[in-house]
């Protein structure tokens, strides 16, 4: 029978006007962030997502039996993996957790086969790089870089406790847009609800290839006890301990095992589902996201000294993956580059040495 997927071809992306130079412009302002960041904390830190509040070993299975628009890639045949996972949340500075924004959950397929894309030859991992909320704040690079630039130039002159008291204004408006039903990318940027990091579902936000098709991907929590936690709507409370994500998300993998859906949601309509605009969410009534693979995160000390020096020197990147899930449209042609360069400075600056890992035993406890 035929299906409505749109199959994956490389004319699918079209690049925007003068985009080379808008990403070199891209890790010019990156670049430019490192070096007061650096100044700041006396070694460099991911200029995005710089502090960890969970770091976990455990692995991802791929379901048997997927109909032949799932079976693809990497999920093209049942298996397990090894994987290892930080999460994180956005901004490119270390800041108490009362600054609230998008959680990222990025995670490390290890010893994958299959061609990897272009450029990769750093090893064999997949990775994947997913942040709360179903889409991107802009829709391309250029509209990127000119928010970073804003950022960038504005925000060392916010003291700390002004960007909690902007953080907190923009998490209340966002609740309430969110009671009338509307929500923003944007807004939720800036702040977002504090739901507890493992009950929280984690998007692609830009679309990547999905072998014959086009997708966007999503990890969301599926343990009894994660919904429950998310039903209950708690909020973790920020204020009086700095490192309320880490505390939250530490104390709930010490008593428990956290269990993930890995769902896609496959591209049927090239003009509703755009390649190139990150901001559009895709319609969930046109194409559902529908579950692929596995994820076990066993009961574990999720963070240690060793094990945050470790996976600090390591880079989660877009660009690290299989030709079968090569990143798609503007945003992610921009972090096709950025990622590689900032990791390459991050860690020269901070004397490490990049290699990919091969086993999650190399992990500290
Ligand atoms: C043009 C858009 C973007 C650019 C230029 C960008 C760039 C970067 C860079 C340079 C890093 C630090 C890399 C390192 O030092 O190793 C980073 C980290 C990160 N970004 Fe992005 N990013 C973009 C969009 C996104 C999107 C769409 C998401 C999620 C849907 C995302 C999620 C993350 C996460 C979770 C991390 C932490 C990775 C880690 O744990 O190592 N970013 N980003």
């Given at each position: ?22 990403i ?8 430019r962030?490192?070096?007061r ?7 460099n ?62 995670f ?16 064999h ?151 190139e ?22 009961k574990?000390?999720a ?63």
């Open positions: 029978m035929k299906n409505n997927y749109v199959p994956y071809n490389p004319s699918v992306e079209v690049p925007i006007e003068d985009e080379q130079h808008v070199d412009e891209i890790i010019a302002s990156m670049t962030l490192n070096g960041t650096r100044e700041k904390f006396g070694h830190v991911r200029v995005s997502h710089a502090k960890s509040h969970g770091l976990a070993v455990g692995e991802l299975t791929v379901m048997d039996s997927l109909p032949e628009h799932l079976a693809q890639g990497l999920f093209a045949e049942p298996a397990t993996y090894p994987i290892i996972v930080r999460l994180a949340n956005v901004p490119g500075e270390i800041i108490p957790d009362a600054v609230n924004t998008q959680r990222g959950f990025s490390k397929i290890l010893n994958v086969n299959g061609q990897m894309i272009a450029g990769y030859e750093g090893g991992t997949q990775d994947f790089v997913l942040d709360t909320g179903k889409s991107f704040p802009t829709p391309d690079a250029k509209a990127f870089l000119m928010q970073h630039k804003m950022v960038i130039e504005h925000a060392p002159q916010f003291p700390t406790i002004v960007k909690e008291v902007v953080s907190t204004v923009a998490r209340v408006t966002n609740e309430a847009l969110n009671v009338v039903g509307a929500d923003s990318a944007k807004l939720d940027f800036f702040g977002d609800s504090r739901i507890h990091p493992l009950a929280e579902a984690y998007y692609s936000q830009a679309p990547l290839r999905y072998g014959k098709y086009i997708a966007k991907l999503a990890v969301v929590p599926v343990s009894a006890t994660q919904i429950t936690l998310a039903k209950a709507g708690e909020k973790v409370d920020s204020y009086g301990d700095v490192n309320a994500l880490r505390t939250a998300t530490v104390n709930y993998l010490r008593e428990n095992d956290a269990e993930f859906e890995i769902r896609i949601q496959l591209c049927t309509d090239l003009e509703k589902m755009p390649v605009d990150a901001n559009k969410e895709w319609d969930e009534e046109e194409s559902p996201y529908l579950p692929v693979a596995r994820i076990r995160l066993p574990q000390e963070y240690s000294e060793a094990r945050q020096q470790y996976i600090e020197a390591l880079s989660f990147s877009v660009a690290h993956c299989l030709e079968d899930h090569r990143p798609l449209g503007s945003i992610m042609r921009a972090r096709l580059q950025a990622y590689p360069e900032m990791a390459r400075v991050r860690r020269q600056g901070n004397g490490q040495q990049s290699t990919e890992p091969t086993s999650v035993e190399q992990v500290p406890a």
